[in-house]
């Protein structure tokens, strides 16, 4: 029978990804991280090499934690970050890290929409609310599927409109296609 995520005890720091977070709650009902419906100002981890504020608060060490070491993360389509990315240090360090350079800081918000679980699978629904440095406004909803095992996340498949990432983060994406021909 699916369940939704638990209740937030305020014990743990917020995390940066509520989305991470709630697979892991959903596997674990008395989890202290973000109920769906909450928005949670968010900013995503610096680049590696970087040091800022947020990362002494120990925000970033529980996402980081929440990832078996050898997780993947598929994220769709022929973006620049598409790809199946490895390990918990290059999905938190390279592929939600490589977004930072992307956004205004301060300005990123998810909102965890809902999850649903089933066994070790957790589908969760979420939107990301930013301004870009290209001065445009980045509005999106997204799903994945997270799968956990001992606590932890092993695997994410994320599903979302790439062509609408692709227009606000890398606005130049599609001078790289070949033109369509009628």
């Known amino acids: 029978m699916p369940r939704s995520a638990g209740s937030r005890t305020g014990r743990t720091p917020r995390p940066p990804s509520p989305t991470c977070a709630t697979a892991v709650s959903a596997a674990r009902p008395s989890s202290p991280f973000p109920e769906p419906n909450r928005t949670a100002p968010t900013e995503l981890p610096t680049p590696p090499g970087t040091s800022t504020p947020e990362h002494q608060t120990g925000?970033?060490?529980?996402?980081?934690?929440?990832?078996?070491?050898?997780?993947?993360?598929?994220?769709?389509?022929?973006?620049?970050?598409?790809?199946?990315?490895?390990?918990?240090?290059?999905?938190?360090?390279?592929?939600?890290?490589?977004?930072g350079p992307l956004l205004v800081p301060g300005t990123m918000e998810i909102e965890l929409v809902g999850t649903i679980a089933e066994g070790d699978r957790v589908m969760a629904e979420w939107t990301s609310r930013a301004r870009t440095v290209h001065g445009a406004a980045y509005d999106n909803r997204c799903a994945g599927i997270y799968t956990v095992r001992d606590g932890r996340i092993t695997s994410v498949v994320e599903y979302t409109d790439t062509r609408h990432v692709a227009a606000p983060l890398f606005p130049d994406h599609d001078d790289h296609r070949p033109a369509e021909t009628e």
């Open 59 to 99: 925000a970033l060490d529980v996402v980081r934690d929440s990832f078996a070491a050898d997780a993947t993360w598929h994220y769709p389509g022929d973006l620049p970050l598409s790809k199946v990315w490895h390990g918990r240090d290059e999905i938190i360090d390279e592929f939600l890290g490589g977004m």
